[in-house]
């Protein structure tokens, strides 16, 4: 595997985590890999928008427990610290879909450049970043 393409539309903080991790695991192994932000995952390229992530409503009340294993299993807890490890290996780059930022306000002069590499249109993402991929995944 050379290539993997995700697409993250949710920002719960359990539900980001699975992308990043895939991410996460693929950049170790040494492929490369582009990760497009949609819907609400757009807020996550934001100053402060990973600590604004919470875990899902259904596991609300299990939010520490959640993070203290995810500490423990060797991956940052926190999510832009782990955004900015994975684009630190020069393998990773995630953007923000340009419809999404109009969407949800995320206006690309705002963004955290540490977290994020900029602002694609979709079209671009799938013809350009994404093409070639060996996978395809999608959160």
């Not at 699975?18 to 609400?40: D, H, K, R, Y």
């Not at 520490?64 to 490890?85: I, K, S, T």
């Amino acid at each position: 595997m050379q290539k993997v393409a995700i697409v993250v539309r949710e920002d719960a903080y359990d539900r980001i985590l699975t992308p990043l991790a895939f991410a996460w695991l693929t950049a170790a192994s040494g492929a490369e890999v582009e990760v497009l932000l949609v819907n609400w995952a757009a807020r996550l390229a934001l100053p402060g928008g990973a600590a604004a992530l919470r875990v899902s409503a259904e596991h609300r009340d299990q939010e520490a427990w959640l993070r203290e294993r995810v500490a423990a299993a060797g991956v940052p807890a926190d999510p832009a610290e782990l955004c900015r490890q994975l684009r630190a290996t020069g393998r990773v780059r995630i953007w923000v879909c340009s419809l999404a930022a109009q969407i949800f306000g995320v206006e690309e002069g705002a963004i955290d450049r540490s977290l994020c590499d900029g602002v694609v249109g979709a079209t671009t993402f799938l013809l350009e970043h994404a093409r070639g991929a060996d996978v395809f995944m999608t959160f």
